[in-house]
C-alpha cells in the first residue's frame, strides 16, 4: 500500500516559505516599532521645545528696562546691539570645542562686547520684576548633564554619541536660573535641567535695529526610524521688551 504523505524537497520548501513569511513579519513589526519609537521622541521633542520657548517669552514679557539706579535691568546677554545684530548662538561659541565634557557649558565670552562675562556664561540673562514687584535674576545656559562619569556605560545620563544626530556638535540641554536679591548675594535656582539633551542649536539675536526687540530660536532633530536622515524640529519667538 503507498503512503500518503510529504516528500522531503515539499518539506524544504515549505519550509523555506514558512521562513520567509516570519522574515516579513518581523521586519513589519520592526518598523511598526521603530516608526512607534521615532513619533514618540518627536513628541517629546516638540514638547522640550515648546517648554522652554513659552516660559522664555512669558518672562521677557516681565522683563524691567528702566534703571533704578541699581544697574540690575534689562537684558545683559546678548549684549545690546551696536551698528551689527548682537547675537549668541552655538555656531559662534568660543569655548570649549565639542564634545562637551561631563558639567561644562559653552562660553560665549569671545563674542561678548560686554568683556566682564557671567561665569556660568549664559546665552541669555536678563532681569524681570513679578506682580509682588520682587525683582529677579533669569538665565539660560547651555550644558550637558553632569554625571561624573562621561559617556561609559553604563554611567552616561546624556545621550550616548552613537544617537547625536549630527556629529558637528553635542545636543545640549537647557539650564535655568531664577535668583534674588536677599540684600547682599543673588540667591535661588540655579543652572537646573528645563530641557532633555535634545537642543542641537539655540539662537538669541538683538537685532541692530532696536535694542527692544528679542528674537529667539531653538532647534531640535530626531534621527529617522531607520537611523538615517533627520527630523528638525524648530521653533521661533520675537518678544519687544516694554517700555
Known sequence: MKRKGFTLIELVVAMAIFLVLILIAFDAFNYVVLSSRYNRQIADTEQNLSIVMDQMTKELRQT???????????????????????????????TPDSPLASNQYYSFGNYDTDPSDDPDHPILMFYMEDSNGVKHRISYTLGVPNDGNGYAPPHYKGIPKRYWPSKEYEPCEVLYSNETWDGSSWTGT????????????FTVIRPFWSDKVIQIVIEAMVKGPTGKGVHKIRYIAQVTLRQ
Open 64 to 94: 524691567v528696562t528702566y534703571n533704578d539706579g541699581s544697574g540690575n535691568f534689562g537684558v545683559v546677554f546678548p549684549a545690546p546691539p551696536s551698528g551689527n545684530d548682537s547675537i549668541r548662538d552655538l555656531k559662534t561659541i568660543s
Open 190 to 201: 540655579q543652572n537646573q535641567p528645563v530641557t532633555e539633551q535634545v537642543i542641537t542649536n
